[in-house]
């Protein structure tokens, strides 16, 4: 049905946010993916979290790589920049891009298949780069473009729909991402949209590299019995660390829980993330913790969602290199080119 376009005119009733927009003014065209998958899901979670955030469209750049979770960014932000690369690659054209202007918001979407497998490396080195960007990979353990084959995440043990059991052991891109150097790792799961919403809202705040791994059901292919990655396996298995809530630098801060029960993590632009914590002993600031803390529920079969680490004094790779605060493919020839004195300075300083 993509060929029935979206109607333009919105009822003059709809709230609008602080920029003036409505929440249907983030939406992109018609999913043309399955009816129930978990992608879609995601989608409304961004078109949520950057209406809430009073993002103006034009100021968002998405790209994608390959796979069923890379078309989605045509059906979210459809007045944003946008480019979908080829397997794997989304990473390194979001970094030259990021490189050449830094006053965009960026925004990667990927697959446990475009991710862990082609795009493996690519993953890990835009995290311990610390490229400001927020990345997303739609988890679903198969490769459901290609008939349900699984994925590099699929769980050891775990059963294919024709009974096929999966004997190679997962990659927890969660896990990677931590021991590579991410400043922001989350988990969520795409049925649980109260608890996705705001961890999409901090992460596209926050400084540095953030991803979140969304468990996303293959409702075509890894939604049965066997699956752990089904929507009723994450919902018997799913251990929530904290409940968040995203408050940006403009709202009021006030505390309504006892002591002890929120812990409120305030990033270095000012906004602040506050927890709900449903494990008193859970330090989301402790990278090695949440290290321990990911892999000891994993031996039991639970999948743990929540924010698991953030670093409160993160920096992104444009101050880790000194760049100018300009916009790179801004500057000018006299800026780009300063002359041979300035070239003869800087070859004196290296002698």
């Not at 590099?152 to 991402?177: C, E, F, H, W, Y």
């Not at 919902?235 to 630098?249: C, G, I, Q, S």
């Not at 270095?268 to 892999?295: C, F, N, W």
């Not at 444009?318 to 070239?343: F, K, W």
Request: glycine letters at 10%.
């Amino acid at each position: 049905m993509t060929y029935i376009a979206k109607p333009r005119l919105h009822h003059p009733t709809l709230a609008k946010n602080r920029v003036g927009y409505t929440r249907r003014d983030y939406e992109g065209k018609i999913s043309t993916l399955c009816a129930g998958c978990g992608h879609d899901s995601i989608s409304a979670a961004i078109i949520q979290a950057c209406w809430e955030l009073d993002v103006e469209p034009h100021r968002v750049a998405k790209l994608s790589g390959i796979g069923c979770s890379s078309k989605t960014p045509d059906y979210f932000l459809g007045n944003s920049h946008g480019f979908n690369t080829v397997h794997g690659r989304m990473p390194s054209v979001l970094t030259g891009a990021y490189m050449a202007n830094r006053e965009l918001i960026y925004l990667g979407v990927s697959g446990d298949g475009d991710s862990a497998s082609i795009g493996l490396s690519q993953f890990a080195h835009v995290m311990r780069r610390g490229v400001n960007m927020t990345y997303i990979v739609e988890n679903n353990g198969v490769y459901g473009l290609t008939k349900g084959q699984f994925s590099a995440t699929a769980d050891k043990g775990s059963k294919s729909k024709r009974g096929q059991v999966n004997n190679d052991t997962p990659i927890d891109l969660a896990m990677l991402a931590l021991v590579m150097g991410a400043t922001y790792v989350g988990r969520g799961f795409s049925g649980d949209k109260t608890q996705l919403v705001p961890l999409i809202r901090s992460a596209m705040a926050h400084q540095g590299a953030a991803v979140i791994d969304v468990v996303s059901p293959c409702i075509a292919f890894n939604n049965h019995s066997g699956s752990t990655k089904s929507y009723d396996y994450v919902r018997e298995h799913n251990e929530a660390v904290n409940r968040l809530d995203f408050l940006p630098t403009r709202e009021q801060i006030t505390v309504e829980y006892e002591p002890g029960e929120v812990t409120d993590v305030r990033q270095h632009d000012g906004s602040i993330v506050r927890l709900r914590k449903l494990h008193a002993e859970y330090d989301p600031t402790d990278r090695i913790g949440a290290m321990s803390y990911i892999q000891e529920h994993a031996a039991r079969g639970e999948v743990v969602t929540g924010l698991l680490y953030v670093d409160p004094d993160a920096c992104d790779l444009h101050r880790q290199l000194n760049t100018v605060d300009e916009a790179l493919n801004a500057l000018g020839a006299a800026e780009l080119c300063p002359g041979s004195a300035a070239l003869a300075r800087i070859n004196a300083s290296l002698r």
